[in-house]
């Protein structure tokens, strides 16, 4: 073997963003630091909706990484959230999706916990006739699931185990909350949720999300119906910390458009035979058509023309997550504007004319890197730096996921 | 009206299966609506769906990216269907759920269930008396879909 061309055993990082070892998106052991440093670190991971615990007593269940989480509206009004963990045995508090009650009981040992996840009572504690029963010196607030520091931003619910870091705006980064407050405005309305189970690693995904160069190459619809093609307007902004981004496309200019000729995207032939649902409604008064902004590990912020959606990574082991997409509307939608983002819900998801290939990109990257631990991905598209551009030929917020990630994994 | 509506069922599966794909659309009336959603979704009565087309030619422009736009790996579905149930018939209209599965079978022989779920149909006949869709609601049981959704259900 040639060993100059294996010169990143498995385990080392060389220096820069412009390399990523491939063996990162493969390991165990990087996977269960990811946990540690990553998840229930110092940043901070979205966990629901506000709408989605609307009164006292409603919760929800989530999770942050390999975490089960429940998230709870208190008597006191506020979002708490806390693990989805017995303190007795671990078994799961919360069984479902979502719901409402005065408090949580766990089903194994009838162990009860208030609506913030404070341990109140412990069945036969004092035993039964006399016998059994905990010890004396067994004190309930000695005992309980971690709980989670939380905050809402914009109608979402974010939460963080770590009490003493970053708050969230902080985190953030004035530029890219700009971005967050353009598109979440005003109160929300859920009009659909579907999982979508991707055959790679979250880093993968989380990549293709900031990765501003191959969306008008993978995604022929896109830039055959100018969508989006990068001799549009607009760029791409990263947080100083690479936390966050925010890519924007402006609307296309008229006339004709030859920089992609020869390539396969360049399908000028494919018309719509039902055009109707590229009618825009231009609805954040700019001429921006398209950003999709993300939160560093999992958070994913889409406006697609009229098609909102928040979009949550949960890592599944080392090849396998799952994407967790809930459609949005605004509650005061006109029925023109719902009737638009539902056919529009088209471009999205699962089987969105625009995003399906996402679904499947990083499972080819997965597969083909399957023998390759001593090798390393190419990100110096637009450079070696993370900073923002006007252009989204660059991988520049690439390089910022892994500014992110070497930062809170203390590599 | 059994009878009638198994055929469509058949027909359309058959469409999709063999991979006459554009056959398909044919299959629905020109104003038609065709979702894909899940049990969920649909319990809660939560609007949009996977694939949402209110038009003949929305569909058409489904198959058409298909075939010149989006990237997926080869792969091939096989619809298992059950007999409809006729739920409704009356002023030209039948309704019908018929419970579904379909095997996807990927280019390397992997084979998995990928959907499985119940067709909530409204079957009308169109100028020539052929029964069409008018309405074809597709409920899968489960909220995951492995990878995506390429060819319709």
């Not at chain 1, 963990?85 to 009650?101: K, M, N, P, V």
Request: hydrophobic letters at 40%.
């Amino acid at each position: 073997m040639d060993q100059a061309t294996r010169d990143l055993p498995t385990g080392a990082w060389p220096s820069g963003l412009t390399r990523i070892p491939y063996w990162i998106y493969r390991d165990a052991e990087v996977a269960r630091d990811e946990q540690t440093r990553v998840f229930e670190g110092p940043g901070w991971h979205f966990l629901c909706l506000e709408i989605d615990v609307p009164n006292v007593g409603d919760y929800r269940t989530t999770m942050i990484g390999a975490m089960p989480v429940v998230v709870s509206r208190a008597e006191d009004g506020a979002i708490v959230a806390f693990e989805n963990r017995c303190a007795h045995r671990g078994a799961l508090i919360c069984l479902d999706d979502a719901g409402s009650g005065k408090d949580f009981q766990c089903v194994y040992h009838a162990w009860r916990y208030d609506l913030r996840g404070n341990l109140t009572s412990v069945a036969f504690r004092r035993g039964v006739n006399g016998q059994g029963g905990m010890p004396d010196d067994f004190r309930m607030e000695a005992h309980g699931p971690r709980k989670l520091r939380t905050t809402v931003l914009c109608g979402l619910v974010f939460g963080t185990l770590v009490a003493d870091g970053p708050d969230l705006e902080a985190y953030i980064g004035s530029e890219v909350l700009v971005r967050l407050h353009r598109v979440l405005h005003k109160k929300l309305e859920v009009i659909g949720r579907f999982t979508q189970q991707l055959p790679c690693n979250w880093k993968l995904y989380m990549e293709n999300v900031r990765d501003t160069y191959h969306a008008s190459l993978l995604h022929t619809f896109f830039t055959t119906f100018r969508i989006t093609r990068l001799s549009q307007g607009g760029g791409v902004m990263v947080s100083e910390n690479g936390v966050a981004h925010a890519s924007t496309t402006l609307a296309a200019p008229k006339g004709p458009d030859d920089s992609y000729a020869g390539m396969r995207s360049d399908n000028q032939g494919f018309q719509l035979r039902d055009p109707s649902f590229m009618n825009a409604v231009a609805e954040f008064n700019d001429n921006i058509n398209l950003q999709i902004l993300s939160i560093f590990p999992g958070f994913i912020l889409q406006q697609i023309h009229n098609a909102l959606a928040v979009r949550q990574i949960v890592p599944r082991g080392v090849d396998s997550m799952d994407l967790h997409w809930t459609y949005l509307g605004f509650a005061d939608d006109t029925p023109e504007l719902r009737a638009m983002r539902l056919k529009q819900s088209n471009l999205a998801g699962p089987a969105g004319f625009v995003s399906m290939e996402d679904g499947a990109v990083g499972g080819f990257v997965q597969r083909g890197i399957a023998a390759a631990d001593g090798e390393a991905a190419v990100v110096e598209m637009g450079g070696a730096t993370a900073e923002g551009a006007e252009t989204r030929a660059t991988e520049a917020s690439v390089r910022g996921f892994w500014k992110a990630w070497r930062a809170q994994m203390g590599v | 009206m059994l009878m009638a509506v198994a055929e469509l069922n058949g027909a359309c599966a058959a469409a999709l299966d063999s991979g006459r794909l554009e056959d398909w659309p044919g299959f629905f009336l020109d104003q038609c609506l065709y979702k894909v959603t899940t049990a969920d979704n649909f319990e809660k009565a939560y609007q949009a769906g996977l694939i949402y087309a209110d038009s003949r030619a929305m569909l058409q422009d489904r198959i058409a990216a298909l075939r010149e736009a989006n990237i997926y790996e080869r792969q091939r579905y096989r619809h298992i269907l059950n007999l409809p149930l006729i739920t409704g018939d009356a002023d030209g209209t039948v309704t019908a759920e018929t419970s579904f599965m379909v095997v996807r079978t990927m280019r390397d022989g992997q084979m998995m269930v990928f959907a499985a779920g119940v067709y909530r149909d409204r079957v009308q006949q169109d100028a020539a008396g052929a029964w069409r869709y008018a309405e074809r609601i597709v409920v899968c049981d489960s909220q995951r879909i492995d990878t995506l959704l390429a060819i319709p259900l």
